[in-house]
Nanobody, 125 residues
Framework: QVQLVESGGGLVQAGGSLRLSCAASGGSFSRYDMGWFRQAPGKEREFVAGISWSGAATSYRDSVKGRFTVSRDNAKKTVYLQMNNLKPEDTAVYYC??????????????????WGQGTQVTVSS
């Protein structure tokens, strides 16, 4: 069983930055592809960024390319999402998720078996 705990969310003005962290316990973190998703009120959960187990491959949704960077530290069992130049439309609850297949990172949330509780990100205009 894998437990994921997100942190680093908060309130920031448009144009600002936040760094989200997702700490894992249990399981074999270094063998899992990891994803970041977000869900705004009244909307479906959507893919934001993903990183392969080795860190060699990353994937982003178009609207965050050039602004967000996903990274990981397997020794610390932690995945990060650096978010720069934040926009009000980035406001959402952000979740990290783990995919044990090792063939990702996938953009479909159905590929991820384990999820964190989420952290709120609010961007004011």
């Amino acid at each position: 069983q894998v437990q994921l705990v997100e942190s680093g969310g908060g309130l920031v003005q448009a144009g600002g930055s936040l760094r989200l962290s997702c700490a894992a316990s249990g399981g074999s973190f270094s063998r899992y592809d990891m994803g970041w998703f977000r869900q705004a009120p009244g909307k479906e959960r959507e893919f934001v960024a993903g990183i392969s187990w080795s860190g060699a491959a990353t994937s982003y949704r178009d609207s965050v390319k050039g602004r967000f960077t996903v990274s990981r530290d397997n020794a610390k069992k932690t995945v990060y999402l650096q978010m720069n130049n934040l926009k009000p439309e980035d406001t959402a609850v952000y979740y990290c998720a783990a995919d044990t297949s090792g063939w990702g990172p996938y953009q479909s949330l159905n590929e991820y078996e384990f999820w964190g509780q989420g952290t709120q990100v609010t961007v004011s205009s």
